[in-house]
Nanobody, 117 residues
Framework: QVQLVESGGGLVQAGGSLRLSCAASGTVFRISNMGWYRQAPGKQRELVATINNGGTTNYADFVKGRFTISRDNAKNTMSLQMNSLKPEDTAVYFC???????????WGQGTQVTVSS
């Protein structure tokens, strides 16, 4: 069983920065793809950024150049550095882990990010 715990959310002014972290339990982190997703009130959950087990990253267009995803396989953690935050970045941010070969998904409980104008 895998448990994911996000942290680092909070309230920040537009133009500010936050760093989200996702800590994973268990032993499958190295053979898993990871991702950050977000869900704003009244909207569907959307992909923010992903990083595969080899470190290749992918970003949604609306965060390119502002957000950076990274992972530390030795610590079973993933991070999302968010710079130049905008009010439209306000959402609950979720961590997702997908175990390779079996394609089993795990989600964290989410962390709130609020950007004030």
């Amino acid at each position: 069983q895998v448990q994911l715990v996000e942290s680092g959310g909070g309230l920040v002014q537009a133009g500010g920065s936050l760093r989200l972290s996702c800590a994973a339990s268990g032993t499958v982190f190295r053979i898993s793809n990871m991702g950050w997703y977000r869900q704003a009130p009244g909207k569907q959950r959307e992909l923010v950024a992903t990083i595969n087990n080899g470190g290749t990253t992918n970003y949604a267009d609306f965060v390119k150049g502002r957000f950076t995803i990274s992972r530390d396989n030795a610590k079973n953690t993933m991070s999302l550095q968010m710079n130049s935050l905008k009010p439209e970045d306000t959402a609950v941010y979720f961590c997702r882990l997908t175990v390779l070969f079996v394609n089993r998904d795990y989600w964290g409980q989410g962390t709130q990010v609020t950007v004030s104008s």
